[in-house]
């Protein structure tokens, strides 16, 4: 049993030779001397990372308002228009806000197509050697060549070759398998009269004569179907066009050709879109009131579990806030009239900073005066208009926002600086303890065996005669 030291008691626990558990003892000093500055660096991180997570929520809900708000930042948005047909089984149609309102009487006589070129048929089919040479393949004012030899003279090898040469954006080749054999099928991928094909072919065994067109004597390929323009009649006045989806016949509308009936005409309607313009409204109150509680959520604090937002009296989000506000709340200039502002048509804030909104009101200056309504939220000086505007630049590369977060990102990287020098500190500190602590350990081993050695020492001392005894 080792010597107590000092009345303080035997150090034991395994040392190497005094009984010091060095080990034990140095892994506890270095955790005390880490603590403070890991507890430092954790703070310093997790605010960082709250920052973060909080910055990203705050642009998501800014791209989300600012999405609402671009269908409402031009006055030309305020005239949409919708456009319907009496029969969608021959026409759709589309309009855009530059178109006039009214009926017009539409009757489609053709609808364009693509030209389609067919080979005979090749008993032995896709394998089947059809000829080398050279084709001059030509869709509408473009041409392309395409070279054929024995690699590719096959009617699956002229397929691949076709499809695949450069220069080729008109023409598409595929195969066409049916009882008699296969059938090489040119079809032009844009439709219209001039979009027409032709083949020619030059050189090698002349075979390629087959797959020519247009044909003379002998084998070529036939038609299966005409480039044609689509037809149609408004008003009674012809109109031809290369698509079926005919925007330049009426200003402002897009018809989509369905199918053909010459005999019977149908009615275009093209009228005020108030439901579109209702919904675009709608949203921008939902996603403003979204944005406000995200504003809220995050410089939110809670005296109950004494909690704060993510972004919790931080200026950045305050400015922010204040931009948005005021682009809401700010007069809109150069109005006059019963409305000039969001409350006149009927959008207005409440007690917890959301807005409200009163349909009946808005409906009512919708119908009254749309281009009142329109110059409010979108002329120069209109609060959907502004607000882009402001958005905008918060959001834009090396705006605010994404200052705030490049300083983040280098602060991220700085506390994985701070933990990499902790550990090397830490390192160097738990060496020095380790040999401190490895020569207090030496040196009390010595001083034990010297201990040792003196109790041994006094124990085998004579011991003096007895002092008083008598000589008999």
Request: hydrophobic residues 40%; aromatic residues 4%; without cysteine.
């Amino acid at each position: 049993m080792a010597t107590p030291l000092n009345g303080l008691g035997t150090l034991s626990a395994g040392g190497v030779g005094s009984g010091l558990d060095v080990n034990s003892l140095v892994s506890q000093l270095v955790a005390a001397d880490r603590a403070p500055r890991d507890a430092q660096i954790t703070r310093h991180e997790t605010q960082v990372t709250t920052e973060i997570s909080g910055l990203a929520s705050l642009k998501g809900a800014l791209s989300t308002f600012q999405d609402s708000l671009t269908p409402l930042s031009t006055q030309a948005a305020f005239t949409p228009r919708t456009a319907s047909s009496s029969n969608e089984d021959v026409f759709t149609a589309t309009a855009s806000g530059s178109a006039a309102k009214g009926t017009y009487s539409v009757k489609v006589i053709a609808l364009a197509q693509a030209q389609q070129l067919a080979s005979n048929a090749f008993a032995a089919g896709a394998t089947a050697t059809v000829g080398t040479g050279t084709l001059t393949i030509t869709s509408g004012s473009s041409s392309f060549q395409v070279t054929i030899d024995s690699s590719n003279n096959t009617l699956a090898g002229i397929r691949d070759a076709i499809n695949g040469a450069a220069g080729n954006t008109g023409v598409q080749a595929t195969l066409l398998n049916e009882v008699n054999g296969s059938r090489l099928v040119l079809t032009s991928t844009a439709t219209g009269a001039a979009h027409s094909i032709t083949v020619t072919a030059a050189g090698g065994d002349g075979n390629l004569s087959q797959i020519t067109y247009p044909g003379g004597a002998g084998a070529h390929l036939t038609q299966l179907a005409a480039a044609q323009d689509a037809h149609i009649q408004i008003a009674g006045f012809d109109h031809y066009s290369s698509s079926n989806a005919v925007s330049d016949a009426i200003d402002g509308v897009t018809l989509n050709l369905v199918s053909a009936d010459p005999t019977t005409a149908s009615t275009l309607s093209v009228s005020d879109d108030t439901s579109t313009l209702m919904t675009r409204i709608n949203g921008f109150v939902t996603q403003y009131n979204a944005l406000y509680k995200e504003f809220a959520s995050l410089r939110a604090y809670s005296p109950d579990t004494q909690q704060g937002g993510p972004l919790l009296g931080d200026a950045l989000l305050l400015g922010i806030e204040s931009t948005v506000s005021s682009g809401l709340t700010s007069t809109v200039t150069g109005l006059t009239g019963n409305y000039t502002s969001l409350a006149s048509i009927g959008i207005t804030k409440q007690a917890d900073g959301t807005l409200s909104l009163d349909q009946a009101k808005l409906n009512a200056a919708l119908s009254n005066s749309p281009g009142s309504v329109g110059a409010i939220f979108g002329s120069t000086n209109g609060v959907a208009a502004r607000l882009n505007t402001s958005i905008t630049t918060i959001l834009q590369s090396n705006g605010a926002l994404d200052s705030r977060n490049q300083q983040l990102q280098r602060e991220v990287k700085d506390i994985a600086t701070d933990k990499s020098n902790l550990d090397e500190q830490m390192t160097a500190i738990q060496a020095r303890y380790t040999s401190q602590f490895s020569a207090l350990d030496a040196l009390l081993a010595q001083m034990q065996q010297t201990s040792t050695f003196l109790t041994s020492a006094l124990a085998n001392l004579p011991k003096p005669n007895s002092v008083g005894s008598s000589n008999s």
